[in-house]
């Protein structure tokens, strides 16, 4: 497998869990041994609060705008998980100067590229990066995806958030034709998930039978943990290392893992 491998994690609905997984599976894969560096895009900097990170000057975006280095910019985490892990865990924070990014680059030629700019002299120290894009499919989102290898899809299985999923294929396939002809859709799964519910099941019969083979086997099952420990400032398999949260995000980083591999290959 070439490394590094870079993953957005997006959805155009907000709420559906992508900044639980960007942190847990970052958690996890640093458990495994690799280097992992997350990245928060998102305005609400809910990533970076979850970890405990209060804003300052020293964030993604003002590494963007080239207004720091990127050693200012990268915060460790690896110290954070319990136990320390054999991999490494940073992160670049977010900021809600994000949120007037669009006004500022607008227009601009190349705006699309600022990300993958700024990753560049940094891109090789890392064996996964992670990034937790907003809940809109817009500059910011556009940068990611400019720079990452694959994409990936939390949605709930409710009628609803099919029209995320559809919106947010339809940016893949113009990004990929424009922008990064080495873009990949990686695949989707479901969150706050209750095999019991009935729509639940519909819906994910529905999604079996649309996205053939893009659906991941691993569903997050409903967990009050994975609500709990952000809260403490924790990951999942720091927090509640025994619980189902922990034991669906351990199984679904290793099949995300094996999905790329097998990707590579071909």
Request: hydrophobic share 40%.
């Amino acid at each position: 497998m070439c490394m590094p491998q870079v993953i957005s994690i997006s959805n155009q609905k907000g709420g559906v869990g992508k900044t639980t997984t960007a942190m847990n599976l970052a958690a996890c894969m640093a458990r495994m041994g690799y280097k992992v560096l997350l990245i928060d895009l998102d305005p609400q900097e809910n990533l970076s609060k979850a970890w405990g990170i209060a804003e300052s000057g020293y964030n993604v975006y003002s590494l963007i705008l080239g207004d720091i280095s990127h050693e200012e910019a990268m915060v460790s985490l690896t110290s954070q998980l319990t136990p320390v892990p054999k991999g490494g865990l940073h992160i670049l924070p977010g900021s809600s100067n994000f949120s007037r990014y669009e006004k500022l680059r607008a227009g601009e030629v190349n705006a699309q590229f600022d990300l993958k700019k700024a990753l560049a002299p940094i891109k090789d120290g890392f064996d996964y990066i992670l990034m937790d894009c907003p809940p809109a499919l817009g500059l910011i989102t556009v940068n990611a995806l400019a720079c990452s290898n694959y994409v990936i899809v939390p949605m709930e299985a409710q009628l609803f958030a099919m029209e995320g999923l559809e919106s947010i294929c339809d940016t893949i396939k113009k990004v990929r034709e424009f922008i990064n002809p080495n873009l990949a859709w990686l695949g989707v799964f479901f969150v706050r998930h209750n095999q019991r519910n009935i729509l639940n099941k519909e819906v994910e019969k529905f999604i079996e039978e649309q996205y053939a083979g893009w659906l991941f086997s691993t569903a997050i099952r409903e967990n009050i943990a994975l609500k709990e420990a952000p809260h403490e400032g924790k990951d999942i398999f720091s927090y509640a290392p025994s619980s189902n949260g922990a034991k669906d995000y351990e199984t679904l980083t290793k099949e995300i893992i094996n999905r790329i591999c097998n990707t590579e290959k071909k």
